[in-house]
C-alpha cells in the first residue's frame, strides 16, 4: 500500500511556535501551538518544537509519507547559525538547519525567515497577490518588512532586505555601530512596547495590555501615539522609496488595528506622492506559518496553485 505524501511546516517566532501538517495541496491536517519561552533556552525550546512535530505527525498522518519540510523563524536561517535574531537570547548560536535535517533525515527542508514567509503567502493566496510592488509589514515581537516585486520577494545579496529594525532613528545615528544606539526595533516592536510600558506605567503590561489601556489612560494613549508616529515616519519613507501599490500588515499587533491604522494612513496620504493601499494581510496572524507549510510543498517537488489555502 502506498502512503499519501504529507509536509510539516514549522513557525518559529518570539512568543509562540507553531506546527502544523498539510497535505500537498496545502488542505491543513492538524497544527499546535507552543510558547516560546525564550527564558529556558534556545536549545529547549527547539527540542520541544520538533517533539511536538513528531507527535502532531503521529497523530494526525499516521499513514502519511514526510515529503518536505519548510521552516520559518525570526532571523535570517542558515544551516549552523541564526542571523539577526536578537529578541530570541542564545537563537543565534543554534544550528537551525541542521537540528531540522537531523530530525527528518532523508526528508528535504526549506528554510525561510518568519516575514518573507508571510509575504510570500501573502504574495501567492493572500492581499499582496498581484501588487507590484507590494510591502508586507509584520508587527510582531520584532519589526520588519518584505518586499514584493515581479512577483517574487525580495532577499537581498545576505537574506537580509526588510530588516527595518535596524534603522537609523535621526542623524545623530549616523557613524554609530549598532551596538551603541537605539535602533528602531528598540522603540518600535512589540517587545519594545511591553518593555516601555512596564518601565513607564509602573507594572508589568504587554503590548496588547497597552493598546488596551490606552483607550482609557492618558499615559498610555501617550505610548501608543509615540509608536504609531514613529511606525509611520519610516512607513511613509519607504513608500516614497518603493511606490508600492499597497501595504499590508501582519503580525500580533493587527488585533490593535483600529488603533493603529488611522495614524499610519494619515501618515502615508500626507508624505507620499502616491499614497499606496493599505490593509491588514489575509492571513494576520498565521502567515508565516502557512508560508512554511508552502516551504514545505515546495521541498517536496510540488507547485502549489492559487487555490492553496482558500
Not at 185 to 207: D, K, N
Request: aromatic letters at 6%; a negative charge.
Amino acid at each position: 500500500m502506498v502512503s499519501t505524501p504529507a509536509v510539516l511546516g514549522l513557525d518559529f517566532g518570539g512568543t509562540k511556535i507553531a506546527v502544523a501538517v498539510a497535505d500537498l495541496s496545502g488542505r491543513r491536517l492538524g497544527a499546535t501551538t507552543l510558547e516560546s519561552r525564550a527564558g529556558s533556552g534556545a536549545g529547549e525550546a527547539m527540542s520541544r518544537c520538533l517533539t511536538a512535530a513528531r507527535e502532531l505527525l503521529a497523530e494526525v498522518a499516521p499513514d502519511h509519507e514526510l515529503a518536505g519540510v519548510g521552516a520559518a523563524t525570526l532571523g535570517i536561517p542558515y544551516d549552523d547559525r541564526v542571523e539577526l535574531a536578537p529578541t530570541f537570547p542564545g537563537w543565534g548560536e543554534l544550528p537551525f538547519g541542521r537540528l531540522i535535517r537531523e530530525a527528518f533525515p532523508d526528508v528535504p527542508v526549506r528554510l525561510a525567515t518568519d516575514v518573507k514567509a508571510a509575504a510570500e503567502a501573502e504574495l501567492r493566496w493572500g492581499a499582496l497577490t498581484g501588487c507590484d510592488p507590494g510591502l508586507y509589514v509584520n508587527l510582531g515581537t520584532g519589526l520588519a518588512v518584505a518586499i514584493v516585486a515581479g512577483g517574487t520577494v525580495i532577499t537581498g545579496a545576505h537574506g537580509a532586505s526588510g530588516e527595518i529594525g535596524y534603522n537609523l532613528r535621526s542623524t545623530a545615528d549616523v557613524y554609530v555601530d549598532g551596538d551603541r544606539r537605539t535602533i528602531l526595533e528598540h522603540v518600535v516592536s512589540g517587545q519594545a512596547l511591553e518593555t516601555t510600558g512596564t518601565a513607564r506605567l509602573g507594572r508589568p503590561v504587554t503590548a496588547a495590555d497597552v493598546f488596551t489601556m490606552a483607550r482609557t489612560d492618558p499615559a498610555a494613549a501617550v505610548l501608543t501615539d509615540e509608536f504609531v508616529r514613529e511606525l509611520a515616519a519610516h512607513l511613509a519613507n519607504l513608500a516614497i522609496a518603493l511606490d508600492p501599490s499597497r501595504i499590508v500588515v501582519g503580525g500580533g499587533l493587527v488585533r490593535s488595528w483600529d488603533q493603529l491604522e488611522p495614524g499610519l494612513r494619515r501618515a502615508l496620504d500626507a508624505a507620499v506622492p502616491f499614497p499606496p493601499e493599505l490593509s491588514v494581510a489575509r492571513f494576520p496572524t498565521d502567515a508565516p506559518l502557512i508560508g512554511a507549510l508552502a516551504l514545505g510543498v515546495e521541498a517536496a517537488g510540488v507547485d502549489l496553485g492559487a487555490e492553496a489555502f482558500a
